[in-house]
């Protein structure tokens, strides 16, 4: 069944026509930076791979073509942009037929040889091939395509969220061994996970990235995979479902032994399609119940959370390649001209949702947060819901990452600051003792490990053991005169301290 959801609902068999949609006439109004591309081939020297059609038995370092997209300052005007045709020669590589001649795409690759369809081969985009960088530094977004889809299947939205000013890269879809999935299992997730990880790595070597603002994009089957992604790297700020699986197969992502949804604290956005006729799925036997039921959605906790339906968008457009080569339903899609309406406002949406939540845009915020006519959508186009996080309990670590970012200085006004907004939070006396000792012996941060040390005396002044590790501190930092002050202290409190009898014998003779 999982395997037949994937195939039927995000890929229509039905009849289909075509019609008059093309890249200028979705209306992506682009923002203040010229758009650069790239593409490679990098290497994951920690797993193999095998090429299919080259009929060996040679096994390789795994291969993951990597696309970027990112903002450039250059003036381009006089320079010609990429055409669809060179993104699909991407496709083409990608699914390891680099020598087929280009006039076989549109046979080759899942889509109709048509007149309209040869038409936007020759479309030009809004990306540049190798333009310079800036010396500014950018959110980045870590995109996921669909099942066992290339890494440009978005390109239009891709570009767009460039030119606002996102870096965003890109891998295809492949299997664990070879190019080709399962069908959607808990293994083909995890190898994308992976894939999306060696990515986030990937980019962090590029000088215009900020390492601090990286979200995950996800279409489909990436849709599932880099949720996955996100409870695994605390690197990830927030989640963007293009129609993502997480929706239709959230049993998968739970088969994973690193599935907790308490750790999606991160804002997320969800945005589905259209309902689908209930004729339609049951000729096609569909779950009935997936138009409405969102498990994953209601299972969120600590999570800001979206959850937006496009009423005029079917499955495969919310991609690029699909809004332009894909095969329209006659049972149930709507007009090309609303289809590409409704991609226009699903970029929008992205954008402003990354713009709130990794810019700290309040404009972008107050336009998720607005009823969708007075972000003057048409009437109809888009509901949407959304709920608030719940606090998330405050840990030691969140205290330590705090203190360590203030370098341990001023700790018992971060203290108390704590505790006006977490009244339940505690700092445990062990934990303390602990971590302060950990920075005293390294003599890099001994300074700090007293801080520590001297902040838990405070909040816990009747340890005797507190004490004894503070004078520890002091004596291993060579003040004797302060070791000795704290001694004498832990052995008020505990006159059978055996160490604190022995350290201050040594020390006054």
Known sequence: ???????????????????????????????????????????????????????????????IPVSIWYPSADDLSKNAPLATIDYMEILKEEEEWEHLPNEQILNWFYYQNTS???????????????????????????????????????FALCEFLASHGYIIISSPSRGTETRFLEGGTEKDMETQARDLEFLIKEVGTREDIDPNNVATMGFSFGGLSNVLAQMRNRSIKAIVSLDGSIKYQYSTLQESPFAAVEKVDVPFIHMAQKDIPKDVMIEDDIDTTLN??????DDLVYSKAYSLKFHNLTHQYFSTLGVLFGKRDQRQDKSDSKIMES???????????LDAFLKNDREAMNFLNRNPEKNDLPAGLVSI?????????????????????????NLENLYNTILNKH???????????????????????????????????????????????????????????????????????????????????????
Request: hydrophobic share 35%; proline share 3%; aromatic share 12%.
């Open 385 to 409: 819901k959304s709920k608030e996080a719940n606090e998330i309990e405050f840990s030691f670590e969140d205290f330590n990452e705090m203190a360590s970012e203030q370098h341990y200085r």
């Open 292 to 297: 409405h039921n969102f498990k994953f959605y």
């Open 1 to 63: 069944m999982k395997l037949k959801i994937l195939v039927v609902i995000f890929l229509s068999n039905a009849a289909c026509c075509f019609g008059q949609v093309s890249l200028n006439q979705l209306s992506l109004d682009n923002g203040k930076y010229s758009v650069g591309f790239q593409h490679y081939i990098a290497v994951d020297s920690t797993r193999t791979y095998k090429r299919m059609f080259d009929w060996n038995n040679k096994v390789i370092p795994r291969q």
């Open 423 to 509: 009244p339940s939070f505690s700092l445990e006396e062990g934990k303390l003792n602990n971590l302060g000792l950990q920075l005293v012996f390294n003599p890099e941060t001994s300074d700090d490990g007293i801080s520590i040390l001297q902040l838990a005396t405070k909040i816990y002044s009747e340890s005797a053991n507190l004490f004894d590790s503070l004078a520890e501190a002091y004596l291993y930092v060579g003040n004797t005169k302060m070791a000795i002050k704290n001694f004498e202290k832990s052995l008020a409190l505990n006159p059978q301290n055996q160490n604190a009898i022995n350290r201050l014998e040594e020390l006054k003779k």
């Open 343 to 353: 991609y226009k406002w699903m970029a929008l949406y992205t954008l402003n949702f």
């Open 116 to 154: 309209e369809n040869q038409a936007h081969l020759k479309e030009r985009s809004t990306a540049y091939l190798h333009a310079s960088t800036t010396s500014e530094k950018f959110p980045t977004i870590i995109y996921a395509p669909s099942y066992q889809a290339s890494s440009i299947e978005n």
